[in-house]
């Protein structure tokens, strides 16, 4: 009887072991999925920031929210269109001229998700531009992946766009390669 009771007591020390590690698994992996769902909402709300400060026409907003060393992406560009630009400097350099070719512009976002890895937001929108001089509004359709390192900043942006419809919304079809 007593070899059967020290089995039983060495089975429930190491039951209470199990549970305890397990209780601490528990508590660890709660503590990390909040943090990353904490830095998902963080992107996201950067990400949003972004497009507010491309319907405010504000440059250095916009550049405020990259990385020294962030690149930004026009992997369709057909060779009309800018095919990106790279640091604080080329995105400045690359936004700057924009606004003063339009009348405004809205951005309404359709969906945006936090990646499994949330310092990975993507986005899918409808951007519709007001060309200056009464010449109507462009509008196409777009979807993006934004990269943020661990202050929040973008490292990467890709804008992925239809380039027949941007070649005909700016009259430049007959440029297209």
């Known amino acids: 009887m007593r070899k059967v009771l020290s089995v039983l007591a060495v089975a429930l020390v190491a039951l209470t072991a199990c549970h305890t590690e397990y209780k601490k698994e528990v508590e660890t992996l709660k503590k990390e999925l909040s943090m990353k769902s904490q830095i998902a909402e963080q992107n996201k709300n950067n990400t949003l920031a972004f497009f507010k400060a491309l319907e405010a026409e504000n440059v250095e907003s916009i550049v405020e929210l990259f990385d020294d060393n962030a690149k930004h992406i026009n992997p369709y560009n057909a060779g009309i269109f800018p095919a990106g630009a790279e640091g ?9 001229p924009v606004f003063p070719n339009f009348d405004g512009m809205t951005f309404d976002i359709q969906e945006i998700y936090a990646m499994e890895d949330p310092n990975m937001v993507f986005v899918k929108y409808k951007g519709d531009i007001k060309l200056k001089n009464n010449a109507g509004v462009y509008s196409n359709d777009y979807y993006s992946t934004f990269k943020f390192n661990k202050e929040g900043k973008i490292t990467e942006y890709v804008e992925i766009f239809n380039p027949i419809t941007a070649a005909k919304g700016f009259g430049l079809i007959d440029k297209i390669k």
Do not use: F
């Not at 604080?88 to 700057?96: F, H, P, V």
């Open 88 to 96: 604080k400097d080329g995105i400045r350099a690359y936004w700057t």
